[in-house]
């Protein structure tokens, strides 16, 4: 079974910075576009940035030059480099990442477990 199993969330101060780590575990057989979404408290869940398998990137206009995504295909990995900090990045973070789990079956979208970022003094 293929799991995405997300660490780096915590507590940081305004103006701080956090990394966050998705990576992928189980038996598949290729990994597409990967990325993080966010669902602040009481609201839906938001796209913050995607990657794709050839590296090109796109990000949410509230997080642009503050955040960067980035992948290492060798680990499996998806990270998220949160940089200044605003108390409305207090969110709990997915990541998502579409999978091909057998040859010929396609991708399928796979999500993580969530991981909370809290931004507060």
């Known amino acids: 079974q293929v799991q995405l199993v997300e660490s780096g969330g915590g507590l940081v101060q305004p103006g701080g910075s956090l990394r966050l780590s998705c990576a992928a575990s189980?038996?598949?057989?290729?990994?597409?576009?990967m990325g993080w979404y966010r669902q602040p408290p009481g609201k839906q869940r938001e796209l913050v940035a995607t990657?794709?398998?050839?590296?090109?990137?796109n990000y949410a206009n509230s997080v642009k030059g503050r955040f960067t995504i980035s992948r290492d295909d060798a680990k499996s990995t998806v990270y998220l480099q949160m940089n200044s900090l605003k108390p409305e990045d207090t969110a709990v973070y997915y990541c998502n990442a579409d999978i091909e789990v057998f040859v010929n079956w396609g991708l399928s979208p796979h999500w993580g477990q969530g991981t909370q970022v809290t931004v507060s003094s």
């Open positions: 189980g038996r598949f057989f290729s990994i597409g576009d």
């Open positions: 990657i794709s398998s050839s590296g090109s990137t």
